[in-house]
């Protein structure tokens, strides 16, 4: 009795989680990818069309879908080529930074660099925008500076990329000091003997050490800037031009936007993302893999 009661306590801590995964994310998941093969506008039956929605989207090219997919998917490989790299490298540099002999106050100097990620998109956005206005912001008052940033490029992805690192650094930041920490610090106090210097002790000892949470960070990070969609809709609502309508705004824009749904369109862009999403971070997993193991 004694062993089958004991058997059974994993299920108690571990059920509750996946009844919520089952629920909100696996049962949801297998729906929008039945849907996306159907014709639904989230009143009605979904009609099923096959892989009609797919060849609109990916060989009409007459098609406003066509375009509106193309579109969206090249701004959000913009975003996700410039603010990937700025979330992986900022963060480390700070979390080096911080484990410095000489710094003070690391603790205090991580809860400020962290609290912004604490702050909703809608909140930051506003703050943001208020000190991006030419009228009333810092850019006005102290630079003199005219530009309407939202609608000019290429001050429109600027203050997008501003406002991802302002929220984004200090999670990956946190990671990074934990995984530094656990390095022997023998490693570095030979290293000091032979002879080397702060940037031989970070390229020889710091990220071999620490290059599992690199892999894991740079894999995750990419994943999620792919999903990007508040700070694009709040800052710049797509403008200048559509210059910044990234993919997740047109999904949700067909999906619940004024008119009549299109959810079917919707749902097959929305795998169609999915299945870049886990081809480039498979091809990521085993690059990095395969280099850290050389």
Excluded: C
């Amino acid at each position: 009795m004694a062993m089958r009661k004991k058997s059974f306590a994993p299920v108690f801590f571990v059920g509750p989680h996946l009844v919520l995964f089952l629920i909100f994310i696996l049962i949801p998941t297998i729906y929008g990818i039945y849907a996306s093969f159907t014709k639904w506008n989230l009143m009605n039956d979904p009609q099923w069309v096959g892989v009609a929605n797919y060849k609109t989207i990916l060989l009409d090219t007459t098609s406003t879908f066509h375009t509106q997919f193309f579109n969206g998917l090249t701004n959000t490989f913009i975003f996700v080529a410039i603010s990937v790299p700025l979330l992986i490298v900022i963060p480390l540099l700070v979390a080096v930074s911080l484990e410095h002999r000489k710094v003070k106050l690391k603790g205090v100097i991580q809860a400020i660099i962290y609290i912004p990620g604490l702050i909703s998109i809608s909140a930051a956005a506003l703050i943001w925008l208020l000190l991006f206005n030419k009228q009333l912001g810092i850019a006005g008052n102290i630079f003199n500076s005219q530009v309407a940033w939202p609608a000019t490029q290429p001050y429109a992805w600027i203050i997008i990329f501003v406002i991802t690192v302002w929220g984004g650094v200090g999670g990956n930041m946190i990671i990074y000091r934990a995984s530094i920490a656990g390095v022997s610090k023998d490693l570095y106090e030979a290293a000091e003997m032979d002879g080397a210097g702060a940037s031989r002790k970070f390229f020889s000892i710091t990220l071999p050490s620490i290059r599992f949470p690199l892999i894991y960070t740079f894999v995750m990070t990419t994943a999620g800037a792919f999903n990007v969609f508040g700070q694009p809709l709040m800052m710049t609502d797509g403008g200048p031009r559509q210059t910044t309508h990234v993919l997740m705004m047109y999904i949700r824009q067909l999906a619940f936007g004024h008119g009549e749904s299109i959810a079917g369109m919707a749902s097959a862009m929305a795998v169609l993302l999915g299945i870049v999403i886990l081809v480039i971070s498979a091809l990521q997993y085993y690059v990095m893999n395969r280099n850290a193991n050389e």
